[in-house]
Nanobody, 124 residues
């Protein structure tokens, strides 16, 4: 699976951005899709994840109520709508995909395909 992420950029505090990640290849390998982020000097961390069969998705506590993950299975694309952005949201955001039966999809180790990363910078 190849993943192409887009939509990052520079935004002011309180602003919004929508990230997109289009997947090409076998759809069975995109059972779960997720967004992770890495800020300078920090570890990679989960932002949100969604499975193909779930209505509900999981989001990290730090973004709940502000970020929404959703997917369009017809387009094999996952989105991350980010509202009320804060400076601490500044990071490189990576999308990732995983096949079924990989355990806990909150862990980066469950994912075997990764996009190239897109920079999100929230400025004051």
């Amino acid at each position: 699976v190849q993943l192409q992420a887009s939509g990052g950029g520079l935004v002011q505090i309180g602003g919004s951005l929508r990230l997109s990640c289009a997947a090409s290849g076998r759809s069975s390998r995109t059972y779960a899709m997720g967004w992770f982020r890495q800020a300078p000097g920090k570890d990679l961390g989960l932002v949100a994840t969604i499975r193909n069969s779930d209505v509900a998705a999981y989001s990290a506590d730090s973004v709940k109520g502000r970020f929404t993950i959703f997917r369009d299975n017809n387009k094999n694309t996952v989105y991350l709508q980010m509202n009320s952005l804060k400076p601490e949201d500044t990071a490189v955001y990576y999308c990732a995909s995983a096949p079924p039966n990989k355990g806990d999809y909150r862990r980066s180790s469950a994912y075997d395909s990764w996009g190239q990363g897109t920079q999100v910078t929230v400025s004051s």
